[in-house]
C-alpha cells in the first residue's frame, strides 16, 4: 500500500541530475555562447563543390578584394593629372609611400625602381586583402589562412633569390649567403647549416606565420567581443546584460587597433621583402 502522506519523488534522467549538482557560475550562465573557432577559417563550399576550382567564402573575398583593388587603381590612374585631386591622390600618396619609404629607402634609387612592381604588389595585395577583416558582412581577412600567406611569401622569396642570382651566379651567391669570412675552418661545420636554415627556410617560414597569425588572432579577437556583445544583449539574463557595453566598447577599440595591424602586417612584408632583396644584391659582404 502507498502512504498518501509520504509523495513520491518523480524520477528524473542522469543529465538532468547532473544540472541540478551543477554550482551555479558565470560559464554555465553562458552556456549558449558559442565561440569563434577556426572551423570559421574553413567555410563549407559556395561554388564548384567537389571540384579543384571549388571556392568558399574566404575565396570570394579573395577575388573580390583583389577586384577592388584593380578597380581602384585604374579608377585613379585612368587620367592621371599634373596635380593630383580625390581618388588619385590617394592612390599617388599610397604609392610614394612604398616607393621612397621601402624600396628607395632599403635599396636605394636604382635597385629600389627595379624590383618595385614586386613590392608594390606584395604590399597593397596584404593590406587589400586584410582590410576586409573589418568591413561589414565580410569581416574576416582572407590572409588569415595559410594558402595566400605562403604564395606571397613564394614571391618574395622568388624574388630574393633571382636577384642574388642574377648578380653573382648560382655558386657564388649561395656560398655569399652562408658562409660567414674571417672565423675558423672548424666553426663552418656549425654555423653553414644555421645559415643556410636561417637565410633560405627560416625567412619564407616566418613572412608566412607572421601574416597568418596576426590575422587569425584579429579576427578571433574580434568576433568574439562583438559575439560577446550580441549574447549579453540578446540572449542573457537581465544580470548579465550590463555586460553587453563593456564588450561593445572593446570590440570598437580593438577594431581601431586592428586598423593599424593591418597598415603594419603590409608594410612589414613589404620592408622584410625589400631587405631580403637588399641582403642578397650585397651577398659577396657577409
Known sequence: MIDRHCPIEPQSSPAAARTRERPLSVTNLAAEFHPPSLSDFFPPAVLFEGTPFELDRLMLIRILMSALLIVFMLIALRSPKIVPRGVQNVAEIALDFVRIHVAEDVLGKEQGRRFLPVIMTIFFTVFALNLSAII???????????????????????????????????????????????????????????????????????????????????????????????????????????????????????????????????????????????????????
Open 136 to 286: 561589414p558582412f565580410l569581416n574576416i581577412s582572407s590572409n588569415a589562412r595559410i594558402g595566400l600567406p605562403i604564395v606571397l611569401a613564394a614571391v618574395a622569396y622568388v624574388a630574393f633569390v633571382y636577384a642574388g642570382v642574377k648578380k653573382f651566379g648560382l655558386g657564388k651567391f649561395v656560398k655569399g649567403t652562408i658562409v660567414i669570412p674571417g672565423i675558423p675552418p672548424a666553426m663552418h661545420v656549425l654555423l653553414i647549416p644555421l645559415e643556410f636554415i636561417s637565410n633560405f627556410v627560416l625567412r619564407p617560414f616566418t613572412l608566412t606565420v607572421r601574416l597568418l597569425a596576426n590575422m587569425l588572432a584579429g579576427h578571433i579577437m574580434l568576433v568574439l567581443f562583438f559575439s560577446a556583445t550580441q549574447f549579453f544583449l540578446f540572449e542573457a539574463s537581465a544580470g548579465l546584460k550590463i555586460f553587453a557595453a563593456p564588450s561593445l566598447i572593446m570590440g570598437f577599440l580593438f577594431t581601431m587597433f586592428e586598423m593599424l595591424v593591418i597598415f603594419l602586417q603590409a608594410y612589414i612584408f613589404a620592408l622584410l621583402t625589400a631587405i631580403y632583396i637588399d641582403l642578397s644584391l650585397h651577398a659577396d659582404s657577409h
